[in-house]
Nanobody, 123 residues
Framework: VQLQASGGGLVQAGGSLRLSCTSS????????MGWFRQAPGKEREFVAA????????YYADSVKGRFTISRDNDKNTVDLQMNSLKLEDTAVYFC?????????????????WGQGTQVTVSS
């Protein structure tokens, strides 16, 4: 599975961005998909995840109510709509794929990672 993330950029606080992650694999629908982020000097942290059938969705408390994750198994994509962005959302955002495990917030559970896309929120 190869993942390609896109959609990052520079946005003012309060603004919105939509990240997209495209998979080249034919087994995309069988993976749980997650978004993580990593700010300079910090560990990679969980942002959001969606189970392989899209039946369950999870968010970090810090983004709940502002971010929305969605997937399209026909198009092999998983998106992250980010609204009401805050300065602390600034980070490199990564999409990742995991065999269904239930460990949706654990980076080590994810076998495949995209290259990351930079999101910078300015004041």
């Amino acid at each position: 599975v190869q993942l390609q993330a896109s959609g990052g950029g520079l946005v003012q606080a309060g603004g919105s961005l939509r990240l997209s992650c495209t998979s080249s694999g034919r087994t995309f629908a069988s993976y749980d998909m997650g978004w993580f982020r990593q700010a300079p000097g910090k560990e990679r942290e969980f942002v959001a995840a969606v189970r392989w059938l899209g039946s369950k969705i999870y968010y970090a408390d810090s983004v709940k109510g502002r971010f929305t994750i969605s997937r399209d198994n026909d198009k092999n994509t998983v998106d992250l709509q980010m609204n009401s962005l805050k300065l602390e959302d600034t980070a490199v955002y990564f999409c990742a794929a995991s065999p269904p495990s239930g460990l949706y917030s654990t980076p080590s559970a994810y076998h495949y990672w995209g290259q990351g896309t930079q999101v910078t929120v300015s004041s």
